[in-house]
């Protein structure tokens, strides 16, 4: 059972679940297809997503539509300034605050060798660019500007108070 929404409204629901899901998709892929392992405040980027995903999954099915699609946008925004403060630490702009650090274990493998064996993911170094923009870029342009184009179809969806 899904609920019906008028255009604008249905055009943000849609992009507030396929953000997250590209974001954490490409995420994931580059993570253990292409071996490009997350630094602590890649983690963070994906919890904006991961947030987002089961509001933006919601607003398919329950009502009202408009505050979960909200919420999803809030979570994908929080995802894309972090993006782009995590941009801003790889391209020198400014200094991080965190020590970046990884951490893997496998099923069945000793912690401390799991510990020793993970490697070192620093925050100010972007492991892959293209065309000098880095993944945490991308996510800073992805994110931001797609929470906005939410919250802009949001706005053009509401209902006009009449008197």
């Not at 255009?7 to 995420?27: E, T, W």
Request: aromatic share 12%; hydrophobic share 55%; charged share 5%.
């Amino acid at each position: 059972m899904t609920v019906s929404v008028a255009a604008p409204l249905r055009s943000a629901r849609l992009l507030a679940l396929a953000i997250p899901v590209i974001a954490l998709g490409g995420a994931y892929v580059s993570q253990y297809g292409f071996g490009l392992h997350p630094c602590e405040m890649c983690w963070w980027q994906r919890y904006g997503q991961m947030f987002a995903l089961p509001f933006a999954l919601l607003a398919f099915f329950w009502r009202p539509v408009r505050p979960l699609v909200a919420v999803a946008a809030l979570g994908i925004l929080s995802s894309g300034l972090i993006g782009g403060f995590h941009a801003g630490v790889e391209y020198g702009w400014w200094s991080g605050f965190t020590a970046c650090t990884s951490s893997t274990f496998a099923p069945g493998v000793n912690p401390m060798d799991a510990i020793m064996a993970a490697p070192l993911i620093r925050c100010d170094v972007a492991p892959w660019t293209l065309g000098g923009i880095s993944l945490a870029g991308f996510n800073f342009l992805l994110s931001t500007l797609g929470a906005l184009a939410i919250f802009a179809l949001l706005g053009r969806g509401a209902p006009v108070a009449k008197g």
